[in-house]
C-alpha cells in the first residue's frame, strides 16, 4: 500500500517558523510520478482543509487564505521525492495535524486549484503543529 511519509512537526511560540516534510514513495520498477502534492490541515472536527498545493503537470502553485503570504510550498532540489510545507508567523490557530497529500493518476484534483480532501487517494500520517501564545 503507498503511503506517504511526513516529519517536522512539534511546538513552536506564535510568530514562530516550523518546516513539515513530505516524502513520496520510491519503489525500484515503480513510477510514483507526483502529479499534484498537497498540504492539508485538520484543527477541529473531521473536515481538511486544504493549504497548499503543486501541480507538476502545470508548474503551478495554489494556496488557501490560511495559507496565504505565511506558508510556502517546495521540493528538494536534490530529493526530489521530497517536499516540504515552510510555515512561518505562526499563530495559535495554526495548531493541528498537518496531512500531506498526492495524486499519481494524471493531477486531476490541482488541475484548477486547490483539491478537495476526497480527491486523493495517498496520504501520509499526519505531524502535530502546536503553536503557543
Known amino acids: 500500500q503507498v503511503a506517504l511519509v511526513e516529519s517536522g512537526g512539534g511546538s513552536v511560540q506564535a510568530g514562530g517558523s516550523l518546516r513539515l516534510s513530505c516524502t513520496t514513495p520510491e519503489v525500484s520498477g515503480y513510477d510514483f510520478t507526483v502529479d499534484c502534492l498537497a498540504w492539508f490541515r485538520q484543527t477541529s472536527g473531521p473536515k481538511r482543509e486544504p493549504l497548499a498545493v503543486?501541480?507538476?503537470?502545470?508548474?503551478?502553485?495554489?494556496y488557501g487564505e490560511s495559507a496565504e503570504g505565511r506558508f510556502a510550498l517546495s521540493q528538494d532540489t536534490a530529493a526530489k521525492n521530497t517536499w516540504y510545507l515552510q510555515m512561518n508567523k505562526l499563530r495559535p490557530e495554526d495548531s493541528g495535524t498537518y496531512y500531506c497529500?498526492?495524486?499519481?493518476?494524471?493531477?486531476?484534483?490541482?488541475?484548477?486549484?486547490?483539491?478537495?480532501?476526497?480527491?486523493?487517494?495517498?496520504w501520509g500520517q499526519g505531524t502535530q503543529v502546536t503553536v503557543s501564545s
Open positions: 503543486y501541480s507538476t503537470k502545470f508548474s503551478s502553485d495554489y
Open positions: 497529500a498526492a495524486d499519481f493518476s494524471g493531477g486531476t484534483p490541482c488541475s484548477g486549484g486547490l483539491g478537495h480532501n476526497w480527491e486523493y487517494r495517498v
